[in-house]
Each structure stands twice: as C-alpha cells, then as structure tokens.
C-alpha cells in the first residue's frame, strides 16, 4: 500500500499555503474577484504586523541581553553606528559630499528625500497619518507599531537606559528600541549635519504608544525654542 505522505490537514495547508499570499493576491484582482483579493490584502496585513511584533520583541530582547554588560554610552555608539549604515540611498551621496566639504545643507536633497519618506511611511505604517503644510509634514502615529506597541504590549520587558540623558530628552526610563529613529533623524543628524531631520516625540512606558515626527522643509525655519528646549545651539 503506498505510504500517505500528508493528513488530510496538511494537505489543506499545503494547498491554501504553498504559493505566496501576494501572488495569489495578484492573481484575485487580474480575475477580477475584488472580494478575494479583500480578503488577502487583509491577511497580508495582519501577517506582516504580526511578524514585525516578532522583530521588535527580537531587538529588545538584544538590547536587553547586551545592557547585562553595556553602559548607555554603548547603546548610543550602536545606534550610531546602525544610523551611519542604514541612512537610505536617497541621501548617501549628499553625505559624501558633506563630508568632503563639496555640499552644505542647501545642497540637501529635499524633494528626493520627503518622496521616500511620504512613500516609506504609506506602506510599512499602515496607521500613521501624513499632514503637509507649507512649512513642514507631520507625521503621526496614533500608536507606533514598532515602539509603541513594545510600551504598551510589552511594559514590564522593555529595555530602558539606566538613567536620562540629554540625547534622549532627559526622561527617566526611556526605552533603548526609540533610540534607533531619535538617533537616526534627530540628535545624530544633528551632531553630523547640524539641524534635525525629525523633531519626535517618542512613546515612553507607560503612554498611549502616539508617535509624532515634525518635518520642516528648511531647517532655518526651525523655532529657536526647540534648540532652547533641546540645550542644543542653533548651527543652521
């Protein structure tokens, strides 16, 4: 008697599981069938959520294994470092120039740079909204899924600094996984380049998870009172 390879539950596994959700997807809506391709959109995104869960309970739970030995000094050089590395293509060759002296802040590739951002934010932030006005772009996020679901998911395990510090707006307990977006955007393109990208203000323990990010298009038009807020000095 041949040997039956699956059970009759993996055979159902196997066959609604074994192609990719996207190219069934495409197939859904060049069929025509806009109730099934619903359907999986909607399953897309409640697994791509699930499995940046997973990638942020991963990262804390790293930083909270490496904080056992590190000071809050190597948790500041590790996000450095990951920023220095991670910025995206967009701004990599006005870095370069920057730091060989051949570009200067008005050189900064503006429009390139609020394209990727808007798109970036639209399809990995599928709660976030965008405000644009002539000045600047908010963005927000009623609760951040990446930060903000950590604090209000996972409070009593997230890894904080062990005391305030001015890069992290001198609050007590702040969370190391926020350090990667307020070193990137904020205080290490401001001690790099001069202005911030982003002004943020990032969910701590204990808060609602809201995440807001203020863009403005030219650095000049930066109020005096967040440098005075931040005890930064104005350089642009």
């Known amino acids: 008697m041949e040997k039956k390879m699956y059970t ?39 697994k791509k959520t699930g499995f940046h869960h997973f990638a942020v309970r991963w990262v804390n739970q790293t930083l909270r294994n490496f904080k056992k030995w590190a000071p809050d000094e190597a948790i500041f050089e590790c996000m450095e470092d990951y920023a220095l590395w991670c910025y995206p293509p967009c701004l990599q060759d006005w870095m370069e120039k920057y730091k060989a002296g051949q570009a200067t802040y008005k050189d900064f590739p503006m429009e390139d740079f609020l394209e990727n951002r808007a798109v970036l934010w639209s ?25 903000g679901w950590l604090v209000t998911e996972c409070p009593d395990k997230v890894q904080t600094l062990d005391k305030p510090d001015p890069r992290a707006y001198n609050k007590e307990g702040f969370q190391c996984y926020c350090l990667n977006c307020t070193t990137m955007w904020e205080f290490g393109w401001y001690k790099w380049f001069g ?42």
């Open 8 to 46: 009759e539950t993996l055979e159902k596994v196997r066959n609604d599981y074994a192609v990719r959700n996207i190219d069934k997807l495409e197939a859904a809506i060049k069929a025509g069938d806009m109730e099934k391709a619903l359907e999986l959109h909607k399953l897309n995104v409640e």
């Open 123 to 147: 399809a990995l932030h599928d709660n976030g909204d965008q405000i644009w006005d002539e000045e600047k772009i908010t963005f927000t996020l009623p609760r951040c899924n990446s930060g």
């Open 195 to 236: 202005w911030p990208l982003f002004i943020m203000d990032v969910p701590t323990i204990g808060s609602d998870g809201k995440c807001v990010m203020v863009m403005y298009k030219d650095p000049k038009d930066i109020p005096d009172s967040y440098y005075e807020k931040r005890g930064l000095e104005r350089k642009i």
